[in-house]
């Protein structure tokens, strides 16, 4: 009977978990990095805000839509089954972060773009590494040439005329506009 109540586990996984993902330049990130058992033959229930969440082989999947801006937080329980038929429950708190798509562009030497000249300017999407973003201009005679991550020259041609140009972000090969 020593064992008799103890939880019983068939796999183990290394896993990261950080209070969020989004981490601006110059903010420390944190994580803590673990081992964490669990069963893939007998499944927990797992609660939030009193709807029981999907598990499949002994993990939980939460999946939501982002809605609004900020510090959205989030929690439940999860109830273990033990050997002798009771339950062991473990609550859980959890949040993220949601921001509006944002791109920012600026000129980098001037305030603004002059026509037939080198204009260097700087591109970036917050959250995005500069490698899984494209930009495109549109109008106002104006071409773009990456230099080095989120460096580039921009050249106009026409005068007085609105340009604009576009960012898009690329989430696992899902492409968003982000500004």
């Known amino acids: 009977n020593i064992n008799a109540t103890d939880l019983k586990?068939?796999?183990?996984?290394a896993k990261v978990v950080a209070p969020t993902?989004?981490?601006?330049?110059?903010?420390?990130?944190?994580?803590?990095?673990?081992?964490?058992?669990?069963?893939?033959?007998a499944d927990?229930?797992?609660?939030?805000?009193?709807?029981?969440?999907?598990?499949?082989?002994?993990?939980?999947k939460y999946v939501v839509t982002a809605q609004g801006e900020g510090l959205k937080k989030w929690g439940g329980v999860i109830k273990v089954k033990k050997?002798?038929?009771?339950?062991s429950e473990y609550p859980f708190d959890a949040e993220y972060i949601t921001a509006k798509p944002a791109a920012v562009i600026s000129p980098t030497k001037m305030n603004v773009i002059y026509i037939g000249i080198d204009n260097p300017v700087s591109i970036s999407v917050p959250g995005v590494p500069n490698d899984k973003v494209s930009v495109s201009t549109e109008g106002g005679g104006l071409s773009l040439k990456k230099v080095t991550g989120e460096q580039y020259i921009a050249r106009a041609t026409t005068q007085a005329?609105?340009?604009?140009?576009?960012?898009?972000?690329?989430?696992?090969?899902?492409?968003?506009?982000?500004?």
């Open 9 to 13: 586990f068939s796999d183990v996984i």
């Open 21 to 41: 993902s989004y981490v601006l330049t110059g903010q420390q990130y944190k994580a803590d990095v673990f081992l964490a058992a669990y069963n893939k033959t």
């Open 44 to 60: 927990p229930e797992i609660y939030i805000g009193g709807s029981k969440l999907n598990v499949e082989e002994g993990m939980g």
């Open 83 to 87: 050997p002798d038929n009771t339950y």
């Open 161 to 179: 005329q609105d340009a604009k140009i576009t960012c898009i972000g690329d989430f696992d090969g899902k492409k968003i506009t982000m500004g």
